[in-house]
C-alpha cells in the first residue's frame, strides 16, 4: 500500500484520522500512529497554547518517531493561529492540515522545519490556489463527510482534482471501510481520510451516548444545519436536533449578510455551536448534538483504534486483489 502520501510522511499505510474537534486527542492520535496509519488533532481541542504544546510532545512520546500532525484552523475567526502555529514549527510537527483561510504563513513555517503541509479543499479553485503557495497535497472533502462537508461526489471530486492537479490528493468524505480505501485507490487517490469511523473507536474522547448514536445512525440519519457555524454541517438528526430546525432564523440571516455584522455573527454562531457540541460530547443531555458523516451508516462497532486500523487494511488488501482478478 505504498503510495504518494506514505512516501511524504514514510508511514505504512496510507490512512489519516482526520482532525477532528472535541474528538480527537493524543491517545487516539498515538494509538493510529504505533498502528502503521497516521492522525492528526485540532490545536483547538486544548484550551491553552501550552497545554497543546505537552498534547504534541506526549504525542511525539507515544508515537515513538511515526509521523503525527496538527490541524490549524487559519481563518481570522481563530485568534490562536499565530500561536499555534509557533509550537507546531518549534516542536517539529510532522505535518499541519489546515482548513479555511489562506495557508501561506503555515506553509512558509513548517517547510522552513522540514515539515509537510495539507489543505482542506472541496473544489478545484481553492486546490490550484494552495497548490500554486506550495501545498504538499490537498486533502479532498467531499458530500457525506462529517464535520463540513463538501458539495460534489467523491467519484467526481477524486478523478477530478487528480486530473487538474501536480500534488497529492488524499480523500476525505463517506469513508469507513477497506472496499471504500481501495475503491478512492482506484480512483486516483494517494490516500484518504477518516473521521467518523475513528469516533467509534475505544479511544476517541466522547460519551458513550454518541459514540452508540453513530453505531445507530443510518446514512439518511445525517443532516446539514446551519445552526453549528453559519456553514453546513453534518450533524445525527435526533429530537434535539428537530426541535430547534437547521436553519438560521431571520435576524441571524441578515446579520451574516451584512459585511458590517457578518464577522461577529460568524463568530457569536461558532462559539454558540461550540458549546452546544461540547456538552453533548461529553455527556448525556437532551440537548443532542453529534456530529458525523453519512459513514455512520457503515459503521457497526465500537472498536479499539488499532483494530480499525488493520480491519481498513486487510478489507482494502481483499478489494484490491478482488478487484485484480476481474480482468
Ligand atoms: C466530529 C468531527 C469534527 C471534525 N473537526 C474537524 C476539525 O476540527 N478540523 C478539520 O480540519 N476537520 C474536522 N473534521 C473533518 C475530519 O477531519 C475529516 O475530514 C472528515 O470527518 C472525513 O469525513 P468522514 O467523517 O465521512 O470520514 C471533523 C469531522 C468530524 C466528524
Redesign the pocket.
Same mark, same amino acid.
Given at each position: 500500500m505504498q503510495t504518494a502520501l506514505t512516501r511524504l510522511l514514510g508511514c505504512r499505510y496510507p490512512i489519516i484520522a +482526520?482532525?477532528?474537534? %472535541? $474528538?480527537s486527542d493524543e491517545n487516539l492520535v498515538g494509538a493510529v500512529a504505533r498502528a502503521g496509519a497516521t492522525a !492528526?488533532m485540532?490545536s %483547538?481541542n486544548w484550551r491553552q497554547p501550552e497545554q497543546f504544546r505537552e498534547a504534541v510532545r506526549a504525542v511525539r512520546q507515544s508515537a515513538g518517531g511515526l509521523p503525527f500532525g496538527v490541524?490549524i =484552523?487559519v481563518n481570522k475567526a481563530n485568534p490562536r493561529v499565530e500561536r499555534d502555529l509557533e509550537i507546531c514549527a518549534e516542536e517539529k510537527v510532522p505535518f499541519v492540515?489546515t #482548513?479555511l483561510g489562506n495557508p501561506k504563513d503555515v506553509i512558509r513555517k513548517m517547510h522552513a522545519v522540514g515539515s509537510k503541509v495539507f489543505c482542506?479543499v472541496t473544489n478545484l479553485e481553492y486546490a490550484l490556489k494552495v497548490q500554486e503557495l506550495g501545498a504538499d497535497a490537498v486533502?479532498a $472533502?467531499s458530500a &457525506? /463527510? +462529517?464535520?463540513? /462537508?463538501g458539495p460534489v461526489s467523491p467519484l467526481v471530486l477524486i478523478p477530478y482534482l487528480k486530473r487538474h492537479l501536480r500534488i497529492p490528493v488524499i480523500a !476525505?468524505? &463517506? =469513508? !469507513?471501510t477497506g472496499e471504500q480505501i481501495a475503491a478512492a485507490l482506484i480512483l486516483g487517490a494517494d490516500g484518504v481520510? %477518516?473521521?467518523?469511523?475513528f =469516533?467509534a473507536s475505544q479511544e476517541a474522547k466522547v460519551s458513550a451516548d454518541y459514540k452508540n448514536a453513530i453505531v445507530k445512525a443510518r446514512p439518511e440519519d445525517i443532516v446539514l444545519t446551519l445552526k453549528i457555524s453559519g456553514t453546513p454541517a /453534518?450533524v445525527i438528526r435526533t429530537p434535539y436536533i428537530d426541535r430547534v430546525g437547521l436553519d438560521l432564523n431571520i435576524v441571524e440571516k441578515f446579520l451574516l449578510r451584512n459585511s458590517w455584522t457578518k464577522k461577529t455573527m460568524k463568530l457569536v454562531r461558532s462559539l454558540l455551536g461550540a458549546r452546544a457540541l461540547e456538552k453533548a460530547a461529553a455527556q448525556t443531555t437532551w440537548k443532542e448534538v453529534w #456530529? !458525523?458523516?453519512? #459513514?455512520s451508516g457503515l459503521i457497526e462497532e465500537i472498536l479499539p483504534a488499532a483494530e480499525i486500523v488493520e480491519r481498513l487494511v486487510k478489507e482494502c488488501e481483499t478489494a484490491l486483489a478482488r478487484a485484480k482478478s476481474f480482468d
Open positions: +482526520g482532525p477532528m474537534f %472535541l $474528538v !492528526a485540532p %483547538l490541524n =484552523i492540515i #482548513s482542506d486533502i $472533502v &457525506g /463527510a +462529517g464535520g463540513h /462537508a !476525505a468524505g &463517506g =469513508i !469507513a481520510q %477518516l473521521g467518523t469511523r =469516533i /453534518a #456530529s !458525523a458523516g453519512q #459513514s
